[in-house]
């Protein structure tokens, strides 16, 4: 069962938002590595502005499994975000993982950095709904009741929340990035 708040909250959401995702750091392969290793992307992009978007130009005093993963890619001759849109997402997470320290979670901040979202349950969803719930929601629940959020809405006389359920995910990513960056 689909709970009303979630579909209330979804209903709020603009429907440019349902537009499409691109990603927190679009475009920035060198930002999106940053921000899902360190989690300081916003200042890393500030401080290196010529490696947001060039491995080659990561700083040296990056921690050691940035450095690392930096240049497992740049030998796989990924060096731009550019560089990653054909590549399939299982030849990435081999590449990504096989460093000591990173694994799923990280990789998964990565993808969805640079716009590469999957069908998963990630942090965004899981805490979109669970403030539009007003209870905490696990990973576990979060796919299911976006798929039923999503099938009440998408049939709806006009609806506007996406094409598919990935779009509509997609949206809800937006409008929570869209929540954390408001000030406090």
């Not at 796989?76 to 054909?86: E, G, N, R």
């Not at 969803?125 to 929601?137: E, H, K």
């Not at 976006?146 to 990935?166: D, F, I, K, M, Q």
């Not at 997609?170 to 406090?184: F, K």
Request: charged letters at 25%; aromatic letters at 6%.
């Amino acid at each position: 069962m689909t709970d009303p708040a979630e579909i209330a909250a979804a209903r709020s959401i603009p429907p440019c938002t349902f537009e499409g995702f691109s990603g927190v750091w679009p475009g920035e392969i060198g930002t999106a590595l940053v921000d899902a290793v360190t989690s300081r992307g916003s200042e890393f992009r500030e401080q290196h502005p010529a490696a947001r978007d060039d491995l080659r130009e990561l700083p040296a005093d990056l921690p050691p499994r940035v450095r690392e993963v930096a240049a497992r890619l740049i030998d796989a001759h990924l060096v731009h975000a550019s560089d990653i849109v054909d590549v399939p997402t299982a030849t990435l997470r081999e590449i990504y993982v096989s460093v000591d320290g990173l694994g799923e979670t990280s990789f998964g901040y990565f993808c969805l950095n640079l716009g590469r979202t999957g069908r998963k349950a990630d942090p965004l969803l899981t805490a979109f709904l669970g403030d539009a719930l007003n209870r905490r929601v696990s990973r576990a629940e979060t796919h299911d009741l976006v798929t039923a959020a999503y099938g009440v809405l998408s049939s709806e006389p006009g609806h506007r929340y996406g094409a598919t359920p990935a779009e509509f995910e997609d949206g809800l990513r937006q409008m929570s990035l869209e929540i954390l960056r408001q000030p406090s």
